[in-house]
């Protein structure tokens, strides 16, 4: 193994390695090795069907693989689930937010799962940052798609985790609100959290990555850094890829 | 077990408050009720029936229709938006899980037991005759054992509640059996000199029938608490 | 393999049954019984088949939630199918078994509540089964119901053997004709549960691999 892929397989935040995953002999992940290391954010491409969430899930623990490891800081996520789920916080196009709890509820129950100390003032440091204060005693459902967004945020920044999963979390936003989650994502890199996200919006997803890794008939066929490649040709060339396969 | 008892809580308070809070299944539970108890009275009535055989039959027949609503109910909030993975992607043992779940549907059905009891005994005009000890006893145990067995096919069933209606009546068949006996016992429907005898063979007495509801539910409470990780975690 | 095992069966059902109305015909308590003693020979081991059945079903269940191979689901559904197949049996020999007896088709004892209780629990399987259309889901479900339905097993079974019960013995087997024909009609079934198990398992992986190849 050459010093530098040791080197950062050694700084491998995320260690993804021969992962396959097969769904009634149907196969939906074949062999994939992919390193991720500290305050890197990766945007994962791919078409419908490509594996990109069944991926996802499997870093997140909701999924077992067949075959190969995934393992978070050293931890294995199949076999220490209560050393790696601390680290990681999850955000999908899903808000996993209960409607019938307020907003500061949603967020002390997931503060309490997480067995997170001092929750009131965490919950009221959170909501101060999303913009969501003035809404802590109002019930989550009468909150539109984009603040629902922000208290999702909320809830899977909550125990301060180091790893961010985001899986299409652009779906449904407003160009507002779109921007508004490419801010967090910059500000969580920079406070040295590590991101893997899942996006169909190339454009958006290359912004707020700095390495892009393209999922196509089960397997990894492209990784590269952003600064290497020229974005814009390569979300022309992405869409017009994804339309040939559609 | 600090942290064993911080989620336990969490879950348990956080069903409390969205049932109390929405609504959504204990009206419907009680009005569906009083429908079956309504239903039978009259029935009895037109029928000249005893009224001590049909009342204990009336509440274990609302009792498990209820049952099956406030079990649908449990994973029902946890499908909207995927809730459910907000819970399994936290560091909480799926047995916490499946044990706090439990005891919200136990304390839904005792909530309905506490309104529904009452209307039995006053539209059947039948008594546990100062039992009431052994009357609670009684339906605390089919309630753990509807509860243990609703949870956990409830979790797996989310999106066909016919099919969790089938499930639980099938498995409770065998219990249902000395737990009807052991409140035609109660009201006096069967002389206790006679139980154990004849065509009441099947249940030897009171304290046999219950003896038999306790194993039942020690049974399935534990096997449901261990399956259901098989059952959510994929 | 599977052709000598039809031909094994066959021969000892048939010998059973030519040695059930001969030579090991049995002895009934009640003078007006002719034909209907006989159904013995298919009732009880019919309930033996039905048990043996929902073992497997049971072990099939925990195998695949430990393993996760869907030829322990197929192996499930098979079994869990041959036991309604035996266990409809049962309740209907056993009907018909009663009449002459007791002078009723059905009667409330704890055995016939139990034989009644394992039909529904194979019912309640197959229902299952044909209404889950996910594969995966159905695999799981149907395990988990297996267990638990398996575990309802003994619950019946012990209120059948603790109590008193009107279900009791109508035919006795005195002679060793009477035995060795009885015993031989328990194989002959058991063999028979085993080759319609078998049977349906290959139905099913066949028809598991068509799916896979046409998608």
């Known amino acids: ?246 | 077990m600090n942290y064993f008892w911080l989620s336990f809580k969490a879950i348990f308070f956080k069903d409390i408050v969205i049932e109390l809070r929405a609504k959504r299944v204990l009206p419907t539970m009680v009005v569906l009720g009083m429908l079956i108890v309504w239903i039978l009275r009259i029935s009895c009535e037109a029928a000249s029936g005893s009224t001590d055989i049909m009342g204990p039959a009336a509440l274990w027949i609302a009792f498990l229709f209820a049952g099956l609503l406030a079990q649908e109910r449990s994973f029902t909030t946890e499908q909207h938006q995927d809730c459910i993975y907000g819970l399994l992607l936290a560091p909480v043992d799926v047995g916490t899980i499946f044990l706090a779940k439990l005891l919200v549907n136990i304390v839904v059905l005792c909530i309905f037991e506490i309104i529904i009891v009452p209307v039995v005994l006053l539209f059947f005009q039948i008594s546990p005759s100062g039992r009431w000890l052994d009357l609670t006893i009684v339906l605390l145990l089919g309630n753990i054992g509807i509860s243990s067995i609703g949870t956990l096919f409830s979790a797996i069933v989310q999106f066909s509640s016919s099919l969790l209606s089938i499930i639980v009546l099938v498995i409770l068949l065998p219990m249902m059996i000395p737990a009807t006996f052991a409140l035609l016992l109660l009201f006096g429907a069967i002389p206790e000199e006679l139980a154990g005898t004849g065509a009441l063979a099947f249940v030897g007495n009171f304290k046999t029938a219950v003896a038999y509801m306790v194993v039942f539910d020690a049974i399935f409470a534990v096997a449901c608490w261990l399956l259901f990780g098989f059952v959510v975690q994929e | 393999m599977r052709r000598a095992l039809f031909v094994l069966t066959l021969v000892i059902i048939l010998v059973s049954t030519w040695m059930a109305f001969t030579i090991g015909e049995v002895v009934p308590s009640e003078a007006n019984v002719t034909v209907e003693k006989n159904i013995v020979y298919v009732h009880v081991p019919s309930a033996i088949c039905t048990a043996l059945c929902l073992v497997v079903v049971l072990v099939a269940g925990i195998c695949y939630l430990r393993t996760g191979k869907d030829q322990w689901d197929r192996l499930g559904a098979a079994s869990a199918e041959a036991a309604l197949v035996f266990a409809t049996v049962l309740n209907v020999t056993g009907s018909i078994f009663a009449r002459p007896f007791w002078n009723t088709w059905w009667a409330p004892s704890p055995r016939l509540i139990s034989s009644a209780i394992l039909w529904f629990l194979c019912v309640a399987y197959m229902i299952l089964r044909t209404n889950i259309q996910n594969p995966r889901h159905r695999a799981r479900i149907c395990a988990v119901f297996g267990i638990i339905a398996f575990l309802d097993v003994p619950m019946v079974f012990v209120t059948a053997r603790l109590m008193t019960d009107q279900h009791i013995d109508n035919v006795r087997f005195e002679t060793a004709a009477q035995s060795a024909s009885f015993g031989l009609s328990i194989l002959g079934i058991v063999l028979l549960a085993a080759l319609l198990i078998w049977l349906k398992t290959d139905i099913l992986q066949s028809k598991a691999k068509l799916e896979r190849d046409l998608t």
């Not at chain 1, 992940?29 to 305050?39: E, M, P």
């Not at chain 1, 077992?64 to 220490?80: F, I």
């Not at chain 1, 680290?87 to 808000?95: A, E, R």
């Not at chain 1, 920044?157 to 936003?173: I, K, N, S, W």
């Open chain 1, 1 to 246: 193994m050459s010093e530098e892929k040791q080197k950062g397989r050694n700084d491998a935040v995320i260690e993804i390695s021969s992962v396959s995953k097969a769904f009634a002999a149907r196969a939906v992940l074949k062999s994939i090795d992919l390193n991720v290391t500290r305050s890197q954010s990766v945007c994962l491409c791919g078409v419908n069907g490509a594996g990109k969430s069944t991926l996802l899930r499997i870093v997140a623990g909701l999924l077992h693989a067949d075959a190969g490891t995934v393992s978070l800081n050293g931890y294995s996520v199949r076999g220490e689930p209560e050393k790696t789920k601390p680290q990681l916080g999850v955000i999908s196009h899903k808000s996993m937010i209960y409607p019938d709890l307020t907003v500061s509820e949603n967020l002390s129950f997931f503060a309490n799962l997480y067995g997170v100390k001092g929750v009131a003032g965490r919950i009221t440091e959170l909501l101060k940052d999303v913009g969501l204060f003035s809404y802590r005693y109002d019930k989550a459902t009468v909150l539109s798609r984009g603040l629902l967004q922000r208290l999702a945020i909320a809830r899977a920044l909550v125990h301060r985790p180091q790893v961010l999963l985001a899986d299409e979390p652009f779906t449904g936003l407003d160009a507002e609100a779109s921007k508004y989650l490419v801010g967090v994502f910059a500000n969580f890199i920079k406070a040295g959290g590590t991101i893997v996200m899942t996006t169909h919006n190339t454009h958006t997803g290359l912004q707020c990555c700095d390495r892009v890794v393209v999922l196509d008939k089960h397997r990894l066929i492209f990784d590269a850094r952003t600064s290497e490649i020229d974005t814009a040709a390569f979300t022309k060339d992405y869409l017009s890829y994804a339309r040939s396969r559609n």
